[in-house]
């Protein structure tokens, strides 16, 4: 039999397992004995498909990993999660969140998109390669399925160096990916690093009269102070050393850019712009992911109630995301941030840490990302779109890094709707059984890749 017989023969007993999962809650913000309960289930379905599982301990929620052998000595790594984002506003679903339902032609509750049922699409793509190739595996199999990633995987870097040979892999399979609007796929190669930081400045004990500004230091105008010596009006970030490491894109890079689709029109509707940031075109925007950025989250300080207050502000507290590029690394940048502070003048400022991921990215030309390529135009009909780096922050890099960079690409079950993390959650049966499609040839072709394809 082959790929596509067998996937379509047995569609609905994935959907079953997607829903089997997604009827179990496991949202990670809150924690509680739900979280080992999905655990323990995502390992009994792994082992239905013939993997031998282990369920390793973290400071957090359990991770599960399941093996299989195959014929040649490469291995591929399959990530995903099993943690999902709470489900409020409850009112605005049209269907309980942990019941999923399926109707007009696609499966909602939460979770079915991000990431339950990218991972039963993996799950079918090794059933399908099985079965065509006599029961046999191609190369061997690693599955990696987390409980922690909607926080921010905090346990995913201590897990992978704690366990890197039974990690080991020549490449990897990431959680998500799916399909364009113009019902291209497309392959997301790499995305950049985030340091989120709190900056504090306290000039007073307490708020102070306002008729005593002549003569009582304000927080707020200290923090504007600290905040414009950051970044310049031409998005240029004035720490000193910041882009010593910052590795631009390649000429490759630039040439799969410069074949994005174009969606000005779009964000322009979307968000009521007149024009983006700095006036840039449709062209420097998509070169312009390869620019680190310092975005500022929220800032709390003063009064900012109806009306007004005649008040001095004796605190001011900023919260800050850099967003980081290759080669850049969060601890440096934290580093010659505090450096730049001490040396402006705002050695009084409290600086804090508040969380961190590295910047990965993986090749174009690497041959995982031509056969995904390849058999994605061969799936879908149309060739492949590839994006070399997108603006979020994934834990791609505590994999990629210890793991010796092995390419990871990530083809998957989505499109621009699937209202992931938000109420009526959902993804379309037809776009899940391509992506299966397109995984279990990916999956078929790993063995025969070598470097030098």
């Not at 000595?73 to 399959?78: A, D, I, M, N, Q």
């Not at 109630?305 to 995301?321: E, N």
Request: hydrophobic share 40%; proline share 6%; charged share 20%.
């Amino acid at each position: 039999m082959n790929i596509d017989q067998y996937l379509t023969q047995h569609l609905d007993q994935y959907l079953g397992e997607v829903s089997e999962l997604c009827a179990q809650p496991s949202v990670s913000a809150r924690g509680g004995d739900d979280m080992r309960k999905c655990a323990n289930l995502v390992a009994q379905v792994l082992a239905r498909h013939g993997l031998e599982v282990q369920l390793i301990e973290t400071k957090g929620n359990p991770v599960v990993v399941g093996t299989a052998k195959g014929k040649s000595g490469r291995t591929l790594l399959c990530y995903n999660h099993y943690d999902v984002q709470p489900p409020e506003p409850l009112e605005l679903w049209a269907t309980p969140p942990f019941q999923p339902s399926i109707r007009d032609g696609a499966l909602y509750a939460r979770g079915s998109r991000d990431d339950k049922g990218e991972l039963v699409a993996r799950l079918a793509a090794l059933d399908a390669v099985r079965a065509a190739n006599g029961g046999a595996l191609p190369c061997n199999v690693t599955f990696v399925v987390e409980g922690e990633e909607e926080i921010g995987s905090p346990n995913m870097v201590e897990f992978v160096q704690a366990n890197t040979d039974l990690l080991r892999c020549d490449g990897a399979i990431w959680e998500e990916g799916g399909i364009e609007p113009s019902g291209a796929p497309y392959c997301s190669l790499g995305c950049r690093g985030i340091l989120a930081v709190e900056l504090a400045v306290q000039t007073m004990n307490t708020d102070a009269h306002s008729g005593r500004a002549h003569f009582l230091p304000s927080a707020a105008w200290r923090m504007v102070r600290v905040l414009e010596s950051l970044k310049d009006a031409h998005e240029h970030i004035l720490i000193d050393g910041f882009y010593d490491n910052a590795k631009p894109a390649s000429e490759l890079d630039l040439h799969y850019l410069s074949l994005l689709p174009n969606t000005e029109a779009l964000d322009k509707q979307i968000y009521g712009l007149k024009e983006y940031v700095m006036g840039r075109s449709s062209a420097q925007v998509k070169e312009a992911v390869f620019l680190p950025t310092c975005n500022i989250e929220g800032i709390d300080t003063g009064y900012r109630g109806s009306g007004f207050k005649t008040v001095i502000p004796a605190k001011a507290v900023v919260k800050i995301d850099f967003r980081l590029v290759p080669d850049q690394e969060p601890d440096e940048i934290f580093a010659k941030l505090r450096a730049h502070l001490n040396a402006k003048g705002f050695a009084d400022v409290q600086l804090t840490n508040l969380g961190a991921m590295s910047p990965a990215k993986t090749a174009a030309d690497d041959p995982l990302v031509q056969l995904t390529m390849r058999t994605g135009a061969e799936v879908y009909g149309v060739p492949a779109i590839i994006y070399p780096m997108v603006g979020g922050s994934s834990p791609i890099y505590a994999f990629r890094n210890p793991l010796g960079g092995i390419p990871v690409i990530s083809p998957g079950i989505g499109y621009w709707d699937n209202r992931a993390h938000a109420p009526n959650e959902h993804f379309r049966i037809a776009d899940f059984l391509a992506a299966t499609r397109h995984l279990a040839r990916v999956m078929n072709g790993f063995a025969n890749l070598s470097s030098s394809e």
